[in-house]
């Protein structure tokens, strides 16, 4: 089964870290990628560029509109996500809780499950 392991960013709670504490969740992916790929359970992940740097594509009546930024204001926005194939709902959870950023107070990993993969069997 594969899921998206989603990882929630919150700017005011990343920033309440000291620089120690934010290298080592950067440094804590490391290991965190490395034990997936070992176990097997690893297709992806991907790293999201800064929400001030989105667009967002409307077509109304036909022609594209294109305005700035997210399209909802929030204080939290979607920094990145690994891509992982495991054999349960209840293993992806269980590596959901391994990624650092779910440790950090006012940050979290969401957990959802692939339902159409455009290269994969039905």
Known sequence: M???LMLHMNPSAW????EDE???VMNAHEGFMAAIR??????NTQALADPSTA?????????????DGPYIETKEFLAG??????ESQARALELAAMIPDAAVPGMGVEVRQ???DAGMEM
């Open 2 to 4: 594969k899921f998206l």
């Open 15 to 18: 920033e309440a870290l000291t």
């Open 22 to 24: 934010r290298q080592a």
């Open 38 to 43: 070992e176990s097997g359970e690893f297709i």
């Open 55 to 67: 667009r967002v594509v409307r077509v109304r009546d036909g022609v594209p509109v294109v305005s």
């Open 81 to 86: 996500y690994y891509l992982v194939d495991c």
């Open 114 to 116: 692939i339902m159409f």
